[in-house]
């Protein structure tokens, strides 16, 4: 009897399971990616890599070629997915920490090129989610791109549901004075936190916004 009440309780649980979602293990994963901005190597997260390594997390920083998105978003997002499944495989899980234009990449990539369902939790800093002004200033297809009513950031928002349950944080200055407006990087999807570093880069060296962010990966996630 109490066997078949396990079946029929393990049954019961499976059914109430969210389609296409990933039930992911309790303990958290130990692998980031982290996904640098527009004219950037990486070099960016070298403090934040030092502060997160420390704690035994694996860091990846995959090089978004070429860093100007010339070939456009799409392609950074391509070579993104390249980047993570040869280092980290086809199969392994990870969590994804985007700078700038970098959260706009992995947003493609997961909600595009099929990375969702590997991913655990999506932090972006000071991303340009509604697009910035400052991307009018340069001429390349990802910069266009990124300005405010591209056709690019509206596919996002149509597909923004293939993240499914995955947890979201999006963190802000309104001090930032390459997204503009800075409130572009509050996202609806997302957990909105407002930090007033005093320029956009040094949101990346923020003692506070590293502290949550490793909290939150810490942390054990309950399927």
């Known amino acids: 009897m109490k066997a078949?009440?396990?079946?029929?309780?393990?049954?019961?649980?499976?059914a109430v399971s969210p389609a296409g979602t990933k039930n992911m293990p309790s303990t958290p994963t130990r692998h980031i990616?982290?996904?640098?901005?527009?004219?950037?190597?990486?070099?960016?997260?070298?403090?934040?890599?030092?502060?997160?390594e420390k704690q035994g997390f694996t860091c990846i920083v995959p090089k978004l070629r070429p860093s100007d998105g010339r070939g456009g978003l799409e392609r950074l997002a391509q070579g993104l997915k390249r980047d993570i499944d040869s280092a980290l495989g086809?199969?392994?899980?990870f969590s994804i920490v985007a700078f700038s234009?970098?959260?706009?990449?992995?947003?493609?990539?997961?909600?595009?090129?099929?990375?969702?369902?590997?991913?655990?939790?999506?932090?972006?800093?000071?991303s340009p989610h509604h697009g910035t002004r400052?991307?009018?200033?340069?001429?390349?297809?990802?910069?266009?791109?990124?300005?405010?009513?591209?056709?690019?950031l509206a596919a996002l928002d149509r597909s923004q549901h293939r993240l499914g349950n995955m947890p979201v944080v999006s963190y802000r200055t309104p001090l930032d004075l390459i997204i503009l407006p800075a409130t572009s990087s509050v996202w609806?999807?997302?957990?909105?936190?407002?930090?007033?570093?005093?320029?956009?880069?040094?949101?990346?060296?923020?003692?506070?916004?590293?502290?949550?962010?490793?909290r939150r990966l810490s942390a054990t996630r309950e399927d």
């Not at 078949?4 to 499976?14: E, G, I, P, Q, Y």
């Open 33 to 52: 990616v982290l996904v640098h901005g527009f004219l950037e190597t990486g070099n960016a997260f070298g403090f934040m890599k030092r502060r997160l």
């Open 4 to 14: 078949r009440l396990a079946t029929l309780l393990l049954t019961l649980s499976a």
């Open 101 to 126: 234009m970098g959260g706009l990449v992995s947003r493609h990539y997961l909600q595009e090129l099929g990375g969702a369902p590997r991913c655990r939790q999506l932090f972006t800093i000071s």
């Open 188 to 214: 609806d999807r997302a957990e909105n936190i407002e930090h007033p570093a005093l320029l956009h880069p040094l949101m990346l060296t923020s003692g506070t916004v590293i502290r949550d962010i490793s």
């Open 134 to 152: 400052a991307a009018c200033l340069y001429p390349s297809r990802g910069a266009s791109q990124m300005r405010p009513g591209s056709e690019f």
């Open 90 to 93: 086809p199969d392994q899980d």
